[in-house]
């Protein structure tokens, strides 16, 4: 399974929780820029296969 996949669901899980527990806003942070960074980097691995 590729890297940028595995961050996009945990990215998702620890925006559920975050919301989900209001004591957990942390993770609702921390997902938020997990999900940045494997996007970034999805993004990133398609241009370089497209060069």
């Known amino acids: 399974m590729a890297l940028w996949l595995i961050l996009i669901i945990a990215g998702v899980v620890m925006i559920?929780?975050?919301?989900?527990?209001?004591?957990?806003?942390?993770?609702?942070w921390i997902g938020v820029i997990l999900l940045v960074v494997s996007?970034?980097?999805w993004?990133?691995?398609r241009g370089r296969r497209a060069v």
């Open 16 to 28: 559920v929780l975050g919301v989900a527990v209001e004591a957990a806003q942390v993770l609702l």
């Open 39 to 41: 996007l970034i980097g």
């Open 43 to 45: 993004l990133v691995g």
